[in-house]
């Protein structure tokens, strides 16, 4: 995956209307997403620390973790490998 630049997609994320999560859910995402990043590390998927830190910038937002992959397909530019600013 390409650089991600995190604060303009913050920017687009905190732009959108969707349902953020509860402080209470949000911990629940933290310990699923950790839970789900050691299951790819054992299959030698460990992400890398641009996606690392795009998912834990989406969690802090508030991001529902279904919620995430839509966010991310919607962000990218048609025809390039970059996320749109």
């Known amino acids: 995956m390409a650089h991600i630049d995190l604060?303009?997609?913050r920017g687009r994320i905190?732009?959108?209307?969707?349902e953020r999560g509860t402080p209470e859910q949000i911990a629940l995402w933290r310990d699923d997403v950790s839970e789900s990043r050691a299951n790819l590390a054992i299959e030698d998927?460990?992400?890398t620390e641009d996606e690392d830190a795009m998912f834990a910038m989406m969690l802090d937002e508030?991001?529902?973790p279904a919620l995430m992959p839509s966010i991310i397909?919607?962000?990218y530019q048609p025809g390039t490998s970059q996320i749109a600013a």
Do not use: I
């Open 7 to 9: 604060e303009a997609l």
């Open 73 to 75: 397909l919607d962000l």
């Open 62 to 64: 508030g991001v529902p």
């Open 14 to 18: 905190r732009s959108m209307a969707f």
């Open 45 to 47: 998927m460990t992400p």
